[in-house]
């Protein structure tokens, strides 16, 4: 066992954990942190993405003890004051979603790709987001969704 | 009282693109997927299985496993014996179907690769898997039937004790049936003096890989035994369990909660869920089990798997004659709880919109040794739409025409409607002139054809291909007394009730049970239209089998034109108990009042009371007329009069290019006609959702079995799910004649986009390349097909040759288009 200690959602964590705890394991199971999801085993679908230090990981691909230290930010720190982020807004608005098991990690890889490229292409978002698997929407609301939260949205219509 | 106001009609629900209820909770992470469930003193459960496809069960050594930290039990098939119950077939498509015994785990024989054979009980998920790994089975390999047509020859059993591996042989013939001639004959005529097109065309196995694993829980501490399962269908596993296992059916509960996505892949009683089921009553605790993303793909159920052969007979002008279908439909190594029945869901749909004389279907149905397959989003109509797409298209190249003008030549005309087909049913409505005008306008399909005769003519290395599909199904599973007369274990109503609270709000109950279909919104639009009260006022329940009593579950395209006429039954029931109790109290007859915007007026006055107020007066039953129940809540269970049969045209744009094999979409354009719409947003999620399915059909998943029956395609890394960065924005619009069998005039939309799409993007592909000899590749079309297909014969090139024995076994090899003087 090993000793964490680290930042999630704003609050300060500590817990000994097995070496080979993955982080998303850490998050669901000790915290609770249920919002953040396994989609898979081979990390290609992205559900788990949470942000480690301000740039977005699948945390199934992290151990927990490499957040040691660290300050992670799940689907459900995303949220101030009861004020969804403006991503969490987007996806709602634009029907990004539907069963939502992939929205978490989603969620958090699009509000990581509009803080390294503000006003993204159409392409830039689908290469942004090609690391996470949706099976229910096409993309195509997704890719919307994003637009809409960049400001670049035409208005949504079905 | 207050005086009676309309609603002004701006503010009727249906018809609005209304924010779905739902999304608060899953955009925040404040979700209840099973595998989030914590209970106290919960076990976990880890499987044991098979590598091997079919191997006999020599012995299991469980003495390490047992041995290890907070391991508390392991479990074998023979340790579980009877009171793990078994997996059920619901639809035995023929009385005499070979149907062999499915057991949860096996104890003497495995049957496919991946089959669990044994389960550990730990205390946490990561001891259970440990323990797992040192559960050593010995097996005595035996010979697996892999190939779905070595199979049907019976070479190597798949159960050698049922002597065969062939299930059930099903057949449809429009002379045996009376719907139309004899496909026979049409067939002769046409060699004689027409065009026969023949093929045989591959529907790969797929998998339909919903994004949330499936996850099980079982409570066995209450009075009722709670399963909490990422399934579509809680009530058709609730039947399961306490039919398999002898558990009064009143003494379990099953609680379907927030479920990730299905698409017909958790329409299944699963033996995870049996085992699960048959170890928490053993222990006496809370077990849970969540499978891996690798075991998913492994063990929860296929979908299509089918050779399709198949003969059009069609005079010279382009009018079809006679429709002949032969299918191989591989099963796997059990008949799932639907199974057969898939390949006889299509069997309706061959003939799609066109007006064939004459029709046969034959579809003989066989056990592998590979995953068992079931219902995949379009169950049977996706293959169906394929087949006759593909050939339609096929038809107009033989005749030089447009492969549109071939099929209007050929489909109902909007006037024919309703319109009893050559398979027995009967259209009720639809419009395909106007759904293919709308289509071509927004594609753009003469300009395209432009750029394509363009790009043929210079000889440019990228060509451009345009694909058509203009598709029907059959859905809204379905009238009871059809599903009987096809041997189906279950009737296809739907049920909902109704609750009135005394606060004013509303509790609806269905029987639908959603996994991401935006049933909570769509369904509170009907119910606040109906009684006229705040859309946020409604509430909708449902996947609870102790809240939602009654339900046959969601597949199919059901939810909407089955359950929602469920809901509309139940509203007007309540509208009626409430109107005498409103004419007692405004003291009015009950002939003189009218309901209008959630009020009953008293004609002719300013007097009138809302409905709600009615709830509260029959809540604290006070004053209300003499001998009145004080409750206006009701329930209605709506058996379908018909299926149901949306429509459109869908049009796509590929380029090909023709050095590498690569390929492009450039434009894809669908108008569907499904009737009303309830919440266009929500239609255009099902739409885009479904067009990608389908569109990834035929470009990039199916499942591989190696020599051995290894399923490689085992992972996300081998089985080609679509990323953003593979798909477009897609064109969608809609025409609409309302379905005249609903109240509503709906139609389902749920599983029209992957019918339809698929045969869109091939026919697309193979247009691009016809001209260099190409007259189909098989699915999915990888740049190393279409490379191939353009550079020879190979993988991609023609079929007709395979197709040929289903016409003539006697002159094998005889030029199909002859007829043509091609």
Known sequence: MTRISLTVDGASVSDDVEPRMLLVQYLRERLGKTGTVIGCDTSNCGACTVHLDGTSVKSCNVLAVQADGGEVTTIEGLATDGQLHPVQEAFRECHGLQCGFCTPGMIMQSVALLQENPKPTEEEIRLGLEGNLCRCTGYHNIVRAVQHASGQGEEVTA | MTATQERPTETREIGRDRRRKEDQRLITGR??????????????????????????????????????????????????????????????????????????????????????????????????????????????????????????????????????????????????????????????????????????????????????????????????ITMWSATQIPHILRFALAATTGVPESKIRVIAPDVGGGFGGKLQQTPEEMVAFAVARRLGKPVKYTETRSESLMSAHHGRDQWQKLTLAATKDGTVTGLKVDLLADLGSYVAIVGGG???????????????????????????????????????????????????????????????????????????????????????????????????????????????????????????????????????????????????????????????????????????????????????????????????????????????????????????????????????????????????????????????GGRFSVRGTDQGMAITEIATAAFAAHNLPDGMEPTIDSEATYDPVNFNFPHGTHLCAMEVDTETGALRMRKYVCVDDIGNIINPLIVSGQVHGGLVQGIAQALWEEAVYDESGTLVTGSFVDYLLPTAAD????????????????????????????????????????????????????????????????????????????????????????????????
């Open chain 2, 31 to 224: 979700t209840r997927w099973t595998d989030n469930l914590q209970l106290p003193g919960m076990l976990h459960l880890a499987m044991v299985r098979s590598p091997f496809a079919h191997a006999r069960i020599a012995s299991i050594d469980t003495s390490a496993a047992k041995q290890s930290t907070n391991v508390v039990a392991v479990l074998t098939g023979a340790d579980l014996a009877e009171t793990q119950g078994a997996c059920i077939n619901a639809w035995a498509i023929t009385t005499d179907q070979v149907t062999p015994a499915h057991p949860p785990l096996p104890a003497d024989r495995v049957t496919f690769a991946g089959e669990a054979v044994a389960v550990v009980v730990a205390r946490s998920a990561a001891e259970a898997r440990d323990a797992a790994e040192l559960v050593d089975v010995e097996y005595d390999e035996l010979p697996a039937a892999l190939d779905l047509k070595e199979a049907a020859a019976d070479k190597v059993l798949a159960h050698p004790d049922l002597g065969t591996n062939k299930s059930a042989f099903w057949k449809f013939d429009s002379a045996e049936a009376g719907t139309g001639g004899n496909v026979d004959e049409a067939i002769e005529k046409a060699r004689a003096d027409g065009i026969v097109i023949e093929r045989e065309y591959r529907q790969q196995r797929l998998i339909p890989a919903f994004m949330e694993p499936r996850s099980v829980v079982v409570d066995p501490t209450g009075e009722q």
């Open chain 2, 342 to 596: 898939v390949p006889v869901l299509g069997a309706f749909m061959f003939n799609a919109i066109y007006k064939f004389p004459a029709y046969q279907f034959n579809c003989q149905t066989v056990l592998t040794n590979k995953t068992w397959t079931d219902a995949y989003r379009g169950a049977g109509r996706p293959e169906a739409t394929y087949a006759i797409e593909r050939l339609m298209s096929e038809l107009a190249a033989e005749l030089d025409m447009d492969p549109l003008e071939v099929r209007e030549k050929n489909w109902i005309k909007h006037e024919e409607f309703p319109f009893t087909t050559v398979a027995g049913l009967e259209y009720d409505s639809g419009n395909y002139e106007a759904a293919t005008a709308r289509a071509k306008e927004l594609f753009g399909y003469d300009e395209l054809r432009a750029e394509q005769k363009r790009r043929r003519d210079s000889g440019d290395t990228v060509q451009l291909g345009i694909g058509i599909s203009t598709f029907t199904e059959m859905c809204g599973l379905a009238p009871s007394r059809v599903l009987g007369s096809l041997n189906y274990g279950a009737g296809g109503w739907e049920h909902a009730s109704v609750r009135m609270l005394a606060t004013g709000k509303v509790e609806v109950v269905t029987g639908a049970s959603a996994h991401g279909q935006g049933h909570e919104t769509a369904f509170s639009q009907i119910v606040a239209d109906r009684l006229g009260v705040p859309f946020e006022d409604v509430e909708i329940l449902h996947g609870d089998t102790q809240v939602s009593h009654k339900g046959l579950d969601t597949y199919g395209s059901r939810s909407l034109v089955v359950g929602g006429e469920a809901l509309v039954l139940a509203a007007d029931k309540v509208i009626e108990k409430a109107k005498p109790i409103a004419a007692h109290l405004l003291e009015a007859s009950v002939d003189d009042l009218e309901f209008s």
């Open chain 2, 727 to 822: 798909t477009i924005s897609f064109d969608i619009d809609h025409t609409t004649s309302p379905s005249t069998t609903n109240s509503l005039g709906t139609k389902g939309v749920g599983e029209a986009g992957t019918i339809a799409s698929t045969p869109a993007v091939v026919n697309a592909v193979v247009d691009a390349v016809r001209h260099l000899g190409v007259d189909d590749i098989r699915m999915p079309c990888t740049p190393e097909r279409v490379w191939k297909a353009i550079n020879g014969p190979g993988a991609g090139g023609s079929t007709e040759a395979a197709a040929m024995p289903h016409f003539d076994q006697s002159e094998p090899g005889q030029d199909s288009t002859e007829g043509a003087g091609a």
